[in-house]
């Protein structure tokens, strides 16, 4: 008796599928790997990982050169101006100079930026919405946060210092110090990632919250757009203003260490004395690349914070909710 073609493409079709099903644990495997497809937490955790990404590498190739401008001028005598140093910097090194070290500046912000978002909204699920909850979570991506970039974080710095290409910085701390020169002053940078990024994450959810809740209490149409980046301007602000010392403490220690062979390595006590021996009054002395890093930071988080609000809602549309996208499509 002969057989249809399609009759018999379908009967090895179901051969092929029963076969399958009969292996040990490979349709519980297609099972897990449908449900995680399919979970909306899932797909939310991946939307926050991308638009972290993104937001990071934005934001970051827009601030470079302002941060540059901070680094310099925490390493460079109080007695010279704000304006002298950035002239002569322009002056002698070109525009060039001001984008040194934006390579692994970039690429370890992306990360860096997703890493921050992911932890602090996975510690606040853990620990209930609130002021506090993100607060939490930020002194928690901030201690993660640490050791993951510190090899990137102490390059961009002596890179930004120096004025050299970046690699050459990389290449001339390995040589030196080896694989914990990277790692120098990372007290340091603990203390500041912590109390800078706790306060950030925690002003930014509380602004953000109350400006929402008051505007869905008194307007029926959504919340305006530039409620991200009025509550990330005043967190930026705030905590850059207020967590400087420990900021200008790093910064002395990474630059002044590692790179350069004719240099002692300097510790963070030593740093703490060295900054606080100079002739100059207690704000001058401590405070010194203040107002360059609140400028920098002020807009830099307000745009950050926006950033991801934006792709965030971009990408909800692209890759949504697996029962969004099913109503989405019958409808």
């Given at each position: ?35 995680a ?37 925490q ?12 002239s ?92 914990l ?11 500041r ?25 008194t ?70 690349g ?42």
């Amino acid at each position: 008796m002969l057989i249809h073609p399609k009759h018999q493409e379908g009967a090895t079709r179901q051969v092929k599928d029963s076969a399958n099903d009969s292996k040990p644990g490979v349709k519980a495997q297609q099972q897990q790997q449908h449900a995680a497809v399919q979970d909306p937490e899932a797909r939310a955790k991946l939307r926050r990982v991308v638009a972290g990404v993104l937001t990071g590498v934005t934001e970051r190739f827009l601030s470079h050169p302002v941060e540059t401008c901070k680094v310099v001028l925490q390493n460079t005598p109080a007695s010279a101006s704000a304006v002298q140093v950035i002239s002569s910097r322009w002056r002698d090194k070109g525009l060039a100079s001001f984008y040194r070290g934006i390579v692994p500046s970039t690429l370890g912000r992306g990360l860096q930026t997703s890493l921050r978002f992911h932890v602090t909204e996975t510690v606040t699920q853990m620990t209930g919405p609130g002021t506090w909850g993100k607060y939490l979570g930020g002194l928690v991506a901030g201690v993660i946060d640490t050791f993951v970039m510190a090899p990137i974080e102490s390059t961009k710095t002596r890179t930004q210092a120096r004025g050299v290409p970046w690699l050459t910085t990389f290449r001339d701390t390995w040589r030196n110090d080896g694989f914990l020169g990277f790692y120098r002053g990372n007290s340091a940078t603990l203390l500041r990632q912590t109390g800078n990024l706790g306060l950030r994450f925690g002003i930014f959810f509380h602004i953000e919250s109350v400006l929402q809740s008051h505007f869905a209490s008194t307007s029926d149409a959504r919340p305006p757009t530039w409620i991200p980046l009025a509550a990330g301007a005043t967190a930026g602000a705030i905590s850059a203003y207020m967590t400087n010392p420990l900021d200008l403490i790093k910064t002395q220690v990474q630059a002044y260490s590692g790179a350069d062979p004719n240099k002692r390595k300097l510790r963070v006590m030593e740093a703490i004395r060295k900054i606080n021996a100079q002739d100059q009054g207690l704000w001058r002395k401590w405070f010194r690349g203040a107002w360059p890093r609140v400028a920098q930071q002020t807009p830099s988080v307000a745009v950050q914070f926006f950033l991801y609000r934006v792709y965030e809602q971009m990408l909800a549309r692209v890759y949504p909710d697996a029962h969004h996208a099913a109503s989405s499509s019958s409808s």
